[in-house]
Each structure stands twice: as C-alpha cells, then as structure tokens.
C-alpha cells in the first residue's frame, strides 16, 4: 500500500513537502518515484530515490527546485518526501508517489511510468499565483 500525503493549496513561491508511505507490499522494491499530472498533460516523471535512499535523480524540469529524500525506514514501512519550493502555478496537478521493482543499475534509469509496478492514490496539489 502506498499512500501519498501532504496535498493543498499554496501561493506561487511557497513550499510544500509531500511525503509518501509504503507498507506491506510483498515484494521486494528497489526504487520510489513521484510523478505528477497536470491538466491536459500526460503524466509527468519528478523525482526517484532508492530503496537505501542513497541514490537519487531529480528530473531536469525540476532540478533546483525539488528535491527527495528517505525520511525514514523500519521492517513496516518506508517513508519517503518530495520537498517542492517556489512552487509556480504550472505545477498544480495530482502527484503521485510509486515504486519499482526493476533492477537498474543507474538511478536515473526509473523515469517511466512502465518502469512502476504500485501507485498511490494521489494527492492534489493547487498552487495559486
């Protein structure tokens, strides 16, 4: 189960972290991404961490803006942000954490939806100018 919080309404400028929790999955998984949709856009890959949380990639649309992280891991869940600042109002959309369980050697190589087995619901974020 993944489940993806953190959504709301914000000004252009702000800031906002989204966290996404995964639990009780029975597979192994290697890597987690956010994506998001915006309106009229197909969905759109953001960010990837690894399971170690030691390996990430920032999509270039993003990069300097975005970042994310592993906040936390125990046998029960892994927890990870996507830390969005001066956010603008094309980034509205519905964000979505997923997680992967291909096996690439490079980080940068989970940039595909195909590349995700499991989906969270989503979390909408509204960013007002």
């Known amino acids: 189960q993944l489940q993806a919080s953190g959504g709301g309404l914000v000004q252009a400028g702000d800031s906002l972290r989204l966290s996404c929790a995964a639990s009780?999955?029975?597979?192994?998984?290697?890597?987690m991404g956010w994506f998001r949709q915006t309106p009229g856009k197909d969905r759109e890959f953001l960010a990837v961490?690894?399971?170690?949380?030691?390996?990430?990639?920032?999509?270039n649309s993003v990069k300097g803006r975005f970042t994310i992280s592993r906040i936390s891991r125990n046998n029960a869940k892994n927890t990870v942000a996507l830390q969005m600042n001066s956010l603008k109002p094309e980034d509205t959309g519905v964000y979505y954490c997923?997680?992967?369980?291909?096996?690439?050697?490079?980080?940068?190589?989970?940039?595909?939806?195909?590349?995700?087995?499991?989906w969270g619901e989503g979390t909408l974020v509204t960013v007002s100018s």
């Open positions: 961490v690894s399971w170690s949380g030691a390996n990430r990639f920032i999509a």
């Open positions: 997923a997680v992967s369980t291909r096996d690439y050697s490079a980080i940068y190589d989970y940039n595909k939806i195909t590349d995700y087995a499991y």
């Open positions: 009780g999955l029975t597979t192994n998984y290697n890597a």
